[in-house]
């Protein structure tokens, strides 16, 4: 944008914005309160505030489940607007980008003018836009170009419709917003009711999702539409009585109801609210949603086409959100961490999409166990008895990647096996195939994957019989991938149709339950070597506070050269690898195990708090037994060898020895 049009549009704003006149436009009556609520001052353009991550994982935690149903019908709108130029923004309702769609191939000047995962744009921050204003005013809107107030968001277009939680409150903003646009404000005509639509789809979405095992009765004013989604929507318990009512109900019914008697829907009994009363709407629920065209008549608003959807959770029947469903068992899963809190949180979406036909993605840092999770999915969901393929490939030579994956068919090949060869996929009919470094595949091989996929049929090389398959994909990658779409390296289509869902694995540094994890693995190692493991305190320490840039994997390695030389398994600080022993005072600085699961049982109550001194506890051992080495060994659950080395380390000696 010229500087030129900055001035002027700052200009503008102070112009209108000192005049004494009463605005009735919401354009301007939102510059007025960034100058006299926010301070903010129109003669200084502010780039765009990017949250950074932690404090985004804050937001977006405390809506976790509502951003999943989001994220479908984002992914849906999406695809009718990107090729508009448009970018997608689902805020909180302080204003926060919790999640956001948008071509990385601008990805830099997306970021620069806050079109980005993370960007603040309440008013009081961003001055007036689509997201901040529609906040305020709970309405939706078109912010286009120098309607906002900051001069740095001049080049930009906004769309942006309000979203209500099922109890009616005010949830976030879904935001359809464009770098740039034609000059008439009318060009997002479209763009706007397009907006609104989707965020009455979002809203109706969640609120089935919320209202599962209730049954929800639904209404409309013709009657395919009923069948589609309905227009009004109430959510009501046994006795007849509602319990939710969508926006479109809310808008309607509110103080409606026989003689105007309902004033809060809520609460209200189905007899107040419909001529026919309760009885009506429950033969309804019984009939089922058939063809058989059924009406309901409210006391003041006419008559409405209904259906009745039984209850979800119960009935396990139709038109289940992504993760509406109760979760399955899956001790597969359970096992894969303790109590952290991310890790939980990606066991309860992975048990929702186990049986669902959704390819799943999973990013994560090399080694914190994507593959681990893509076996736990295929062993908790129905295709166990299947096979799972796991294919990595960065790790396939280019040359041999596509006859490895497709397979080929007789004779395709002079010499070789002319038998012909089964792919990999084909191999995974049924079951699950894990695509290990999707980001590495080579681009003309992600084209014939992507037919692959889209038509679930494989042709062998040099064969001509396409072979049906049923697959599910699980796709993990440590990189960005929509960097490498932006670099051109990996194909967008494709990139869609494998993230079905999005898992991403914390790195270990960021676990909180990493006790339980050096409890499992060195059971796990210690079987292994036909032996038991036991840690002592000093060295759980260790393991606990360090940084682990190799994250499971490392930790596994480092477990099992402990072991291997260790004493009886007996894990000690001297038997970790030399980057891990740092000096004890150090050691003594981490934080406390959560957990100090390993340590030989008979003498974990005993043991002293790891803040005491393992040296003064010693001692007081050594005197209690009279300097008799062989009671201490026994009361600590070490070797004699090993007491006699702790000894020296702390530089303790027998008084008549000195
Ligand atoms: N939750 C876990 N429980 C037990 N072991 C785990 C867990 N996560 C990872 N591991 C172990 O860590 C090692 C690495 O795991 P995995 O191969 O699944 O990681 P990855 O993320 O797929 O690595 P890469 O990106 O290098 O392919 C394996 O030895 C695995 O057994």
């Known amino acids: 944008m010229h500087q030129i049009d900055q001035r002027a549009h700052i200009e503008r704003v102070l112009s209108s914005t000192r005049s004494d006149a009463v605005h009735t436009d919401r354009i301007q009556q939102s510059w007025r309160r960034c100058i006299e609520d926010y301070d903010l001052d129109p003669t200084r353009p502010t780039p765009a505030h990017i949250l ?200 309607m019914l509110n103080g409606g109801g026989e003689s105007g008697l309902v004033t809060e829907l809520v609460g209200s009994s189905l007899d107040m609210i419909f001529r026919e009363g309760a009885a009506e709407v429950w033969r309804i629920a019984r009939a089922g949603v058939s063809n058989q065209r059924s009406a309901l008549t409210t006391y003041q608003h006419g008559v409405f086409y209904a259906d009745v959807i039984a209850p979800r959770a119960l009935s396990g029947s139709r038109l289940a959100t992504r993760d509406a469903e109760p979760e399955v068992s899956a001790p597969a899963l359970d096992r894969l961490a303790g109590d952290d809190p991310q890790m939980q949180r990606l066991i309860r979406q992975a048990k929702r999409l186990v049986n669902k036909s959704v390819d799943i993605l999973l990013h994560g840092e090399t080694g914190t166990g994507k593959e681990v ?138 676990r909180q339950d990493i006790a339980y994890l050096i409890d499992r693995l060195a059971a796990e190692e210690a079987v292994e070597m036909g032996d038991s493991a036991s840690i002592e305190a000093p060295a759980l320490a260790a393991l606990c506070s360090h940084d682990w840039p190799g994250n499971v994997r490392q930790l596994r390695n480092v477990l099992r050269f402990a072991l291997a030389v260790s004493d009886g398994g007996n894990i000690h600080l001297d038997d970790l690898p030399g980057e891990l022993m740092r000096p004890l005072t150090d050691v003594r600085e981490a934080p406390l195990p959560t957990r100090v699961a390993t340590l030989t049982e008979t003498h974990e109550a005993e043991r002293p708090r790891w803040r005491d001194q393992e040296g003064q506890w010693l001692l007081e051992s050594l005197q209690r037994h009279k300097w008799c080495i062989t009671a201490v060994a026994e009361e600590l659950g070490l070797c004699r060898a090993t007491v006699y080395r702790r000894m020296k380390r702390y530089g303790i000696v027998q008084p008549n020895l000195q």
């Open 373 to 510: 999770v893509a076996k736990a999915l295929h062993e908790s969901s129905e295709r166990r008895d299947k096979a799972f393929v796991a294919i990595n490939c960065a790790a396939i030579p280019e040359s041999l990647i596509e006859s490895e994956l497709f397979g080929y068919a007789p004779g395709a090949f002079t010499g070789g096996r002319s038998k012909g060869m089964r792919g990999l996929i084909a191999q995974a009919d049924g079951g699950t195939l894990f695509l290990d470094e999707i980001g590495d595949m080579p681009p003309h091989l992600q084209t014939r994957l992507l037919r692959v996929l889209a038509e679930k049929e494989i042709t062998p090389l040099g064969g001509d019989k396409p072979q049906s398959i049923r697959l599910t994909v699980v796709a993990a990658s440590h990189r960005d991938l929509r960097k490498l779409i932006a670099e051109g390296l990996f194909r967008e289509d494709l990139y869609y149709r494998l993230c079905g869902a999005i898992l991403y694995l914390p790195p270990l540094r960021e």
């Open 52 to 251: 950074e991550a932690g404090r985004l994982r804050e937001h977006r935690d405390q809506i976790e489940d509502f951003l999943q149903v989001a994220r479908t019908g984002m992914e849906q709108l999406y695809k009718r607007v990107c090729d508009l130029g448009y970018v997608l923004l689902l805020t909180d309702a302080r204003g926060i980008t919790v999640d956001f769609i948008g071509n990385d191939r601008w990805q830099g000047e997306l970021r620069r003018s806050g079109l980005y995962l993370g960007a603040d744009w309440s008013e009081a921050r961003a001055g007036t836009c689509a997201v901040g204003t529609c906040i305020a005013d709970r309405t939706a809107m078109t912010c286009h170009q120098t309607d906002h107030f900051d001069a740095s968001h001049i080049g930009l277009t906004c769309n942006s419709a309000p979203l209500l939680d099922p109890t009616g409150d005010f949830l976030g903003v879904l935001d359809v917003s464009a770098l740039t646009s034609p000059s008439p404000k009318e060009s997002q005509h479209l763009a706007l009711q397009l907006t609104m639509m989707y965020a009455k789809m979002i809203e109706d979405a969640n609120f089935m999702h919320f209202f599962r095992e209730a049954s929800v009765l639904r209404l409309g004013a013709a009657w395919p539409m009923v069948d589609l989604s309905g227009e009004l929507m109430l959510a009501f318990d046994a006795d007849g009585v509602v319990v939710g009512a969508n926006s479109g109900a809310r808008r």
